[in-house]
């Protein structure tokens, strides 16, 4: 994994000194951006964010604690040093008391400043490391489920395509239905590439108001717009080193779209409100529930940023299209549920996999999901029976002429016939049976007396 590299700036009267220090800083995976007085680090602190700032206290044109000041007013995290060959106990007082993180007297070892920068990155490196790991906290689901892979025919080919793409650095583009499982054959694509090591983070771009996607993204700089009183650092800078997956791109605006083109052709961006280039190595994969070939035709999507982003496309199957995955799925939804439930259910009855597997599935394996999470907290058997699925699963599957009627039945015969029906579909509970029926639990024990 690629080390990352952070920014300092070095403000030193000394081009030789100061060229010293920025190859010591680059040596430490810094970013030096070096200047020669007052005025230009002044610039620099004013339109670039650095939390790490070494500076010469005496300058041609003003002090390193006059610069001290300014920092720390634009930024009181910021990491300030001082390196003096002319200090009193009068400027150490006052540095000290503006924030002053620690001072270096000259003559100096390069042993010193060595040690000095090590020690910096390793302080920049555990915050933003904290930083990756809050917000993968913060995108974490309630529940951990763990994958699953299906095995029909289908996903053989898909898997085969994951293996081919997983190792390349490439934007992948996955579509499907809404719970298909774009974001876990995302999870999949990262887990497999060499990116593995780095943080994996998510976007829902549709879930965001368009203003907000792109601070999200890029993140900003403080006072970059009314009420951004510090500095953000987005998304894309977070997953450094790692995958970014944007789920539903088809929400992002136009704009949004000519920056994120940008980004992919440079690995590069600006923060909102900023002016320096942030350089990063992340790894996109977009996600769609709506074709974009055909939100292309429309305007909503523009076309170089589409074909830009369709280089690997990857089109997931709804579940219906899946039969022979459903059962498997299912069990392993249940040994999950079962796990964290502290149940022991064994399995499902035959007529409940047969409703599952006949069944639409409109919201996919999500669907299924939250299906069987709801039977294994009203199952009390060893099996989960149709009686645990809900209504319209049932009644949905049932077949409107799955008991053959005799041809010359009468309307009595016609209805004896379809409540036995409707009483084996739920296994003989007639409260379920009543409700399928739209009929008073009283009324069918009363029918089910004139039954033979």
Known sequence: MNTKEFPILIIEDDPDMGQ??????????????????YEEGRQHIQTQKFDLILSDLNLPDGTGIDLLAEAKKLNENTHFTLIT???NVQHTIKAFKLGLNEMI???????????????????????????????????ATAQSLPQYTPQGQNYTQIQSL??????????VLIQGETGVGKNTLAKQIHHTSPQKDGPFLEINCSALPDNLIESELFGYEKGAFTGANQQKIGLLELADKGTLLLDEVNSIPANIQLKLLHFLQQQSFIRVGGQKQIQVSVRLIFASNQDLKSLVNKGIIREDFFYRINIFPIQLPPLRALS?????????????????????????????????????????????ENIIQRAVVLCQ???IKPIHLPQELVTHTTPLCCSPFPEQASLEEVEAIWIKHILKSVEGNKIKAAQ?????????HRKLKTID
Do not use: C
């Open 381 to 383: 058997e060893d099996k």
């Open 105 to 139: 007297t000259k003559p100096f070892e390069a042993s010193q400043i060595k040690a000095l920068l090590q020690r910096l990155y390793q302080m920049q490196s555990h915050a933003f490391r904290m930083l990756q790991l809050q917000q993968q906290l913060e995108q």
């Open 85 to 87: 060959g002319y200090a």
């Open 436 to 444: 399928i029926l739209g009929i008073n639990p009283s009324t069918l």
């Open 162 to 171: 994951i293996n081919q793409v997983s190792p390349l650095d490439v934007p």
């Open 324 to 368: 022979e995955d459903i059962p498997p799925l299912a069990e392993h939804f249940l040994a999950f549920f079962n796990h964290k439930m502290h149940k022991s259910i064994k399995g499902f009855s035959t007529e409940t996999l047969d409703i599952l597997k006949k069944y639409n599935w409109p919201g996919n394996i999500r669907e299924l």
């Open 20 to 37: 010293l220090l920025a190859q010591f800083a680059k040596r430490f995976h810094f970013i030096p951006t070096l200047s020669n007085n």
